[in-house]
């Protein structure tokens, strides 16, 4: 990939990170994440489509509810909100390209700032996104999705779309139409709807049923508008069940299909499951992975984990080794996403302060992934683990079994059968011999 500066060159020192195989000592070199490799019939590259998460990167500068900054930006320092973006951009896109990642993924806030007045917001964005155009055509780093923000500005306290006052709402909806066309612009694969706001904090002083129709109604509006002006991707939906709400709408994977399918949306939107969102809903990542793929709804994953003894989305950058087989093993099974990738929604520790710990970061991420890929190929290809899982089912092939999947028994029926076959004998479910097969592909 060709690497895209600007005029200043704000990672100096650090070139394009390649792969150099499992035996190099070269931290920064990949050590798995071989893009050309064919794996499932596809490049590496194309399998994985890893994106960049503009605002972890680029935008969240370490600071924490107790304390200041401590990532300091050198593309931070002009005064005129434009041109700031603009180094902001170009420092991007040099990151990008020198860690060759193929995509990014970007909230509207994250590319300029935003101040009250709509009309102006519109301009700024306009502005970004041309520029933006021109890098992407120079590198052939590409959009995988394109979101507004709409959570941070003090005007979204009470939800955007959910909120109770129309007039919050209309300017939740105008920074989603210039996001959107924004997108749109950009050849964005698919557009973001994660609603850290749509919920609430109490009953005493929410009509939760109006809120959800609300949401509904504007996703209808949307789909609209953007099928409308030719966008032809995907809209995700991320589930999350709170923080900063104390209860959000879009709550997992299963009530968001649910929520999908009541209001007639499942035919536009698919799912953008983050594992750190999965824990905080009290399951694995891997049962929302099989949720979504179970109903055709596996679009995307943002990709980071969380702290085994903190109990809130500390994004840290994924190195479960064990987590992502699992994982991987449910999206090759599922055929691979549906229109998205694995977006790196991650941030470096607040103390991780060296201009290098941004490319660390990254190549762990993409290294682990790439692993893990690796791994449950093999294991799909060289083990009886699928076969393991189906001969579980074998009673509902043939005989009463299948019958009663058929829908040709009734109750009684199934209660002669109990009756006339004795005591079950006991089956093992062998989850420690499946564990022990998953660890022998990965060491
Ligand atoms: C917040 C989160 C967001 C979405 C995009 O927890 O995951 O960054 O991914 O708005
Ligand atoms: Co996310």
């Not at 194309?46 to 300091?72: M, Q, R, V």
Request: proline share 3%; glycine share 8%.
């Amino acid at each position: 990939m060709a690497i895209v500066k600007g005029e200043k060159e704000y990672f100096e020192g650090i070139g394009e990170i390649r792969y150099e195989g499992k035996d190099t000592d070269n931290p920064l070199a990949f050590r798995y994440y071989d893009e050309n490799r064919i794996v499932q019939g596809k490049t590496m590259k194309e399998y994985l489509k890893f994106a960049c998460a503009y605002w972890h990167s680029f935008n969240g500068n370490g600071s924490d509810p107790f304390g200041e900054p401590t990532h300091i930006f050198p593309w931070d320092v002009k005064s005129d909100p434009v041109e700031r973006a603009k180094d902001k951009m170009d420092a991007a896109f040099e990151f990008i390209t020198k860690m060759n990642l193929p995509y990014y993924c970007f909230h509207d806030v994250d590319m300029v700032d935003y101040g009250p007045d709509v009309a102006e917001n519109e301009r700024r964005l306009r502005v970004l996104t041309d520029y933006a155009l021109k890098k992407q055509e120079e590198s052939g780093v590409k959009l995988l999705w394109g979101t507004a923000n709409l959570f941070s500005n003090r005007r979204y306290m009470n939800g955007a779309i959910t909120n109770p006052d129309f007039h919050v709402l209309s300017h939740g909806a105008a920074q989603v139409k210039a996001a959107l066309d924004a997108t749109i612009a950009l050849g964005g694969e698919n557009y973001v709807f994660w609603g850290g706001r749509e919920g609430y904090m109490t009953l005493l002083n929410t009509d939760m049923k109006r809120e959800k129709e609300h949401f509904a109604r504007f996703l209808h509006t949307v789909r609209d508008y953007a099928r409308k002006n030719g966008f032809k991707g995907t809209f995700f939906i991320e589930p999350k069940p709170c923080e900063p709400s104390k209860h959000q709408y879009d709550y997992d994977a299963e009530t968001v299909i649910g929520f999908l399918r009541q209001y007639d949306l499942l035919g536009d939107f698919k799912l953008n499951l983050e594992v750190n969102h999965a824990t905080l809903a009290g399951h694995t990542f891997q049962h929302e992975l099989q949720v979504a793929a179970d109903t055709g709804m596996l679009g995307s994953i943002d990709a980071n984990r969380g702290d085994y003894q903190n109990g809130w989305d500390t994004d840290q950058f994924p190195n479960n080794i064990n987590e992502l087989v699992e994982s991987m093993l449910i999206i090759l099974e599922a055929g691979g996403f549906q229109g998205g990738g694995i977006n790196f929604d991650a941030k470096i520790r607040r103390n991780s302060t060296d201009r290098e710990d941004l490319f660390y970061a990254h190549i762990g991420g993409m290294d682990i992934f790439a692993k893990s890929l690796l791994v449950a190929e093999e294991i799909l290809q060289k083990s009886d683990y699928a076969k393991l899982r189906k001969d579980r089912y074998a009673s509902f092939d043939s005989g009463q079994g299948k019958a009663f999947e058929e829908g040709r028994l009734s109750l009684e029926d199934l209660r002669d059968y109990a009756a006339s076959n004795g005591e079950p004998r006991l089956v093992s479910g062998r989850q420690e011999y499946l564990e022990n097969l998953v660890n022998r592909y990965i060491f």
